[in-house]
């Protein structure tokens, strides 16, 4: 079973300010997720990676096969990022679905 | 429309009653999935389907049951519920060979 460990679990940090979620694995994965949920409940999907590194807008995922670990960035940070990103790995094989971090709490204050 | 939708949003139950959580679809995805967030815990994978006639136990399966109707709907069953199933369910949705997962807007589920 695929052990998910996210840091850190809650973040406040300015406006403006360079964010920096970390995830970490422990079984090797087909892929990678980066999860958004707001305080409405809602999720949606920010990034699959699988290698390498993507970016959408102000957002950055990296990812390291070799170390089983993986970032999501966010630059110059809006009130409007505040919400849950959660981390999640499908491992492969024969069984299937998300294996998920606890989450990590972002409050971006203005 | 959205995509994925759940019925009931919210639900308020007793103990040993029978309920069930409805998701449909419009993607036309044939994987289908079932998971619960409860705090603290993370999302954890209750049941999923690869089509009609393919159902799998995911993580926590004990004490629900499912059932896939038709490739765009995707059941959970509680058969007695228990207050320790108190939390949010989810259902999402994969096409077959793409990575990504669609998720319904959720179910609140509160059992007394």
């Known amino acids: 079973k695929n052990e998910v460990e996210q840091s850190p679990q809650n973040l406040t940090a300015q406006e403006g300010e360079f964010i920096t979620i970390n995830c970490s694995y422990s079984v090797g994965i087909s892929a990678l997720h980066w999860l958004q949920q707001h305080p409405g409940g809602g999720i949606v999907s920010l990034f699959m990676?699988?290698?390498g590194k993507k970016k959408h807008g102000r957002l950055i995922a990296t990812i390291n096969i070799q170390e089983k670990h993986s970032s999501l960035h966010i630059t110059a940070s809006h009130p409007r990022d505040s919400a849950v990103y959660i981390c999640a790995v499908r491992s492969g094989g024969g069984a299937d679905g998300l294996t998920f971090g606890k989450g990590t709490h972002l409050i971006i204050q203005p | 429309d959205a995509d994925v939708t759940q019925t009931p949003r919210n639900r308020i139950t007793k103990t040993g009653k029978r309920i069930m959580l409805e998701c449909s679809q419009t993607k036309g995805h044939d994987r289908m999935y079932w998971y619960r967030q409860d705090p603290g815990l993370g999302l954890r994978l209750i049941y999923y389907s690869f089509d009609v006639k393919d159902i799998n136990k995911g993580e926590i399966s004990d004490g629900y049951s499912v059932s896939r109707q038709a490739q765009a709907k995707f059941s959970l069953s509680l058969e007695s519920a228990i207050p320790n199933q108190t939390a949010l369910y989810f259902c999402a949705t994969r096409a077959q060979g793409e990575e990504t997962q669609y998720f319904g807007p959720g179910t609140r589920l509160l059992v007394l």
């Open positions: 990676l699988s290698s």
